[in-house]
């Protein structure tokens, strides 16, 4: 079994910046894709970014490009989502997801809130 925790969350501003950070329980993220998610009251959870394997590949949503980066450190098991100019919109509580040896994963989720 892994255990995925998130971190990081917490209340800014609109146009803040805030950095996500998930760590496992196993050393799995060299080996998985590994997404961020997020949903908001009322909302279907949603892809934010995703990253593959190697971290040479990654994906993001559409309302998140050029204002989110996913990264991971394989040596520290970390993977990371660096919000930048954060919107109203973005509020919501993010998860972790990890999808690795045919298994999902999924962290217990952190809440962000943008408001002024």
């Known amino acids: 079994q892994v255990q995925l925790v998130e971190s990081g969350g917490g209340l800014v501003q609109p146009g803040g910046s805030l950095r996500l950070s998930c760590s496992a329980s196993r050393n799995i993220f060299s080996g998985s894709a590994v997404g961020w998610y997020r949903q908001a009251p009322g909302k279907q959870r949603e892809l934010v970014a995703l990253i593959i394997r190697g971290g040479s590949s990654t994906n993001y949503a559409d309302s998140v490009k050029g204002r989110f980066t996913i990264s991971k450190d394989n040596a520290r098991n970390m993977v990371y989502l660096q919000m930048d100019s954060l919107k109203p919109e973005d509020t919501a509580v993010y998860y972790c997801?990890?999808?690795?040896?045919?298994?999902?994963?999924w962290g217990q989720g952190t809440q962000v809130t943008v408001s002024s």
């Open positions: 997801s990890a999808h690795y040896l045919g298994n999902t994963y």
